[in-house]
């Protein structure tokens, strides 16, 4: 009887380490926890793309993605929403991120509040090195957000990456290979790329709405195309998976038709005063509305 006490004892202390045991403390232990240095061991190339991507740099972006979310800290959370139980820095919780991070950070599920308030000293800091440790990598694609229908496929497993088949898989941590049957469609894109705004969260925010205009507008107009049809194989770069600050992509999404003529106004003798119409056409070509995120 004794024996069974001391086992239930020792249970109940392990059950908060259990429970714990694979929530980041750090931010530097939530990079481990999705570390893909081992990627490039075999897909090179492909991740050579997706280092010089935007989702390599997701709390940082072009810097705009930066600044938005230090707007969000201060004024908001700090001052604005009055609500938020945020006064300072050691306030902040997972949950205050969560409509950011949602799609910038949805790692963020696997670590404390002390992450999310190392994060928030980094991004009112300015703090760049630590911002670019955590990302939307080749796991947060190729794992955590590869199934969509949790109800009949099932949570993402452990050690598995999500891809094109079944099969074993040359890594010593993701030994095996499943097939993802959203991988190659839009809907993978639109996880994060959306419908527009997030209601589900206690301070909804307007984002993302290139799905929607996807759905509403391309579709119906007899559009074909995936996101990856053109961010990924016609622009030619794959995983780095450009957008409008590309040149190339930008040739793709729209025409620009410019047309200007000359001519000269006299209001009074003598005086000639150069003068210039302008008409400026652009036509959209993409698959949602520009610009959009």
């Known amino acids: 009887m004794r024996i069974w006490k001391f086992f239930l004892v020792l249970l109940f202390l392990a059950v908060p380490a259990l429970t714990f045991a694979e929530q980041a403390k750090t931010v530097d232990e939530l990079t481990a926890m999705y570390d893909v240095n081992s990627c490039k061991e075999c897909h090179s190339q492909i991740y050579d793309e997706w280092s010089k991507s935007i989702h390599a740099r997701s709390l940082i972006g072009t810097g705009s993605t930066m600044g938005a979310m230090k707007g969000m800290i201060d004024p908001a959370l700090m001052k604005t929403f009055t609500k938020s139980g945020v006064k300072e820095i050691k306030d902040i919780k997972v ?142 770069k794959g995983h780095t998976m450009p957008a409008y600050r590309d040149p190339d992509m930008v040739k793709m999404a729209v025409n620009v038709d410019i047309h200007a003529k000359g001519y000269k106004v006299l209001p009074r003798p003598g005086d000639l005063i150069p003068m210039a119409a302008v008409t400026v056409k652009i036509a959209n070509k993409a698959g949602h509305r520009i610009p959009d995120g």
């Open 95 to 236: 949950e205050h991120f969560a409509y950011c991070f949602k799609c910038h950070l949805p790692q963020i599920k696997d670590a404390t509040d002390e992450v999310a308030q190392q994060l928030a000293k980094a991004i009112l800091d300015g703090d760049k090195a630590t911002l670019e440790k955590v990302n939307i990598n080749c796991l947060v694609c190729h794992n955590l957000k590869a199934i969509v229908h949790k109800w009949q496929d099932g949570e993402p497993e452990k050690g598995v990456v999500y891809g094109s088949k079944d099969g074993s898989h040359a890594d010593k941590v993701y030994k095996a290979m499943k097939k993802s049957v959203i991988l190659e469609e839009v809907v993978m894109c639109g996880q994060c790329h959306g419908l527009g705004p997030n209601f589900e969260f206690p301070q909804p925010s307007q984002c993302a709405t290139l799905y929607g205009s996807y759905l509403h507008a391309y579709i119906p107009a007899d559009g074909d195309e995936t996101c990856q049809d053109c961010h990924m194989e016609k622009s030619g």
